[in-house]
């Protein structure tokens, strides 16, 4: 197994130690919500300190469910992951290319 392959699988191993330990820890079994978004908990907390806060503005759009809503932020990461993927892909093989194409000037005979 090459050094690459290795810190690869070390990374992926703790990712799914991230993912999976709040999860066999039990950390948020104490809350009604226990992995509630960011946007929740803030709206949580400005409401026991400031009962009367209203919001400068709504949102744009509403969706009808927490399904959808989850669904749409997938769907969101997942462009947004396939946009950082290509992004690495063509800058990993213009490299490549540039890398061939040294070796090939290289390795051609001086008269050509």
Do not use: C
């Amino acid at each position: 197994m090459t050094r690459n392959a290795k810190i690869n699988a070390l990374l992926l191993l703790a990712v799914a130690a991230l993912a999976v330990l709040p999860l066999v820890l039990g950390l948020g079994d104490h809350k009604e919500e226990p992995f509630a978004g960011a946007d929740a908990e803030a709206e949580t907390a400005i409401t026991e300190i400031e009962p009367e806060y209203e919001p400068w503005f709504s949102p744009l759009y509403e969706p009808p469910s927490g399904e959808i809503e989850s669904a749409l932020f997938a769907v969101q990461a997942a462009l947004g992951a396939g946009v950082l993927a290509y992004y690495f892909g063509v800058r990993r093989g213009r490299r490549q290319g540039e890398e061939r194409a040294a070796a090939a000037l290289r390795d051609a005979p001086e008269g050509d």
